[in-house]
């Protein structure tokens, strides 16, 4: 299964990346935009007020817990939590900056600097919030209500396992499941799109062919 959605997602990918960014690319994160919102929206609409409330009361903790979560070095224990989660975090944000920096910069011609660093500031802030915090509280509403015992499958079985049985719990659950699946296959062509898009336009003067593209979205691929 893993080997035939990473082949098809480089499939996708490739063919993006040669129709190019006007008819590839943009197309792609269209689709995944309105995946992502439809699939959360429905979530949402879920008639429990466990989503509203957790996810406001996660923007409270975070805002107010932010510098002191971020510098917690656990200097009385062994440090497992701080290595494991927030260094290695941190310097995933840091190795992933130049590359995102680099491709936002090639689409956001004629933006102001200001506009797009708030664009990206609070664009992703928001998006993970919604995303993350309508996933998790609907986890938290089966674990509570006795569905599904989420923290003993995450750690018997995995995090794929408690994601793929969370949302087979929702009405339609192999639907929501499909369309899951779906939203992530096009979302990691996307994402490797715009990844060869940038190796491409930043090691060529003009604007990077076709084959240099496809060049790109191998070296991509097998990475």
Known sequence: MQAFVILLSGGIFCMSSWIGINNGLQRLSKMVAGGVSAAVGGITGWPDRIHHNNVINAVGLTTQNFLQMSLFTDPLGDGAFTRNWTVFYW?????????VAMFVTRVSAGAKSKEVIWGLLLG??????????VMESYAMHQF?????NVPQVMQTLGGETAVQQVLM??????????AYL???IVFLASHMDAVAYTMAATSTATCAKARIRIAACACSGAW
């Open 91 to 99: 310097l995933w944000w840091i190795s992933y900056t130049p590359g």
């Open 124 to 133: 992703s802030t928001a998006g993970c919030w919604f995303f993350f915090g």
């Open 144 to 148: 509570v209500n006795g569905v599904i």
């Open 169 to 178: 719990s929702l009405p339609a659950g192999k639907l929501f499941l499909a």
């Open 182 to 184: 779906f939203v992530m």
